[in-house]
Nanobody, 120 residues
Framework: QVQLVESGGGLVQPGRSLRLSCAASGSIFSINAMSWYRQAPGKQRELVAGITSGGNTNYADSVKGRFTISRDNAKNTVYLQMDSLKPEDTTIYYC??????????????WGQGTQVTVSS
């Protein structure tokens, strides 16, 4: 069994920063892609940022230049540094990971979500 546990969400003023963390634990051989998604009420879940095991990254246009995704493979952890936050960034953020349980067997997992609220 694999679990993704997120932390770091909260309430912050516009223009300030937050750093989200997502730690994977359990029976893990390796982790391939790790990503952050977000979902506002009544809207589809959207990709915010993703990072491969090799460190290649991609971002939604709405967060380019403001958010930075990184990972620590030794800790099975992915981070999302969010700078210059805007009220429209307010929503629940979810961690997503493709985990190789044993060589050749991959499964996708979601975290439980962490709330980010940007408000003055």
């Amino acid at each position: 069994q694999v679990q993704l546990v997120e932390s770091g969400g909260g309430l912050v003023q516009p223009g300030r920063s937050l750093r989200l963390s997502c730690a994977a634990s359990g029976s893990i051989f390796s982790i391939n892609a790790m990503s952050w998604y977000r979902q506002a009420p009544g809207k589809q879940r959207e990709l915010v940022a993703g990072i491969t095991s090799g460190g290649n990254t991609n971002y939604a246009d709405s967060v380019k230049g403001r958010f930075t995704i990184s990972r620590d493979n030794a800790k099975n952890t992915v981070y999302l540094q969010m700078d210059s936050l805007k009220p429209e960034d307010t929503t629940i953020y979810y961690c997503y990971a493709v985990v190789e349980l044993v060589p050749g067997v991959r499964r996708a997992y979601w975290g439980q979500g962490t709330q980010v609220t940007v408000s003055s």
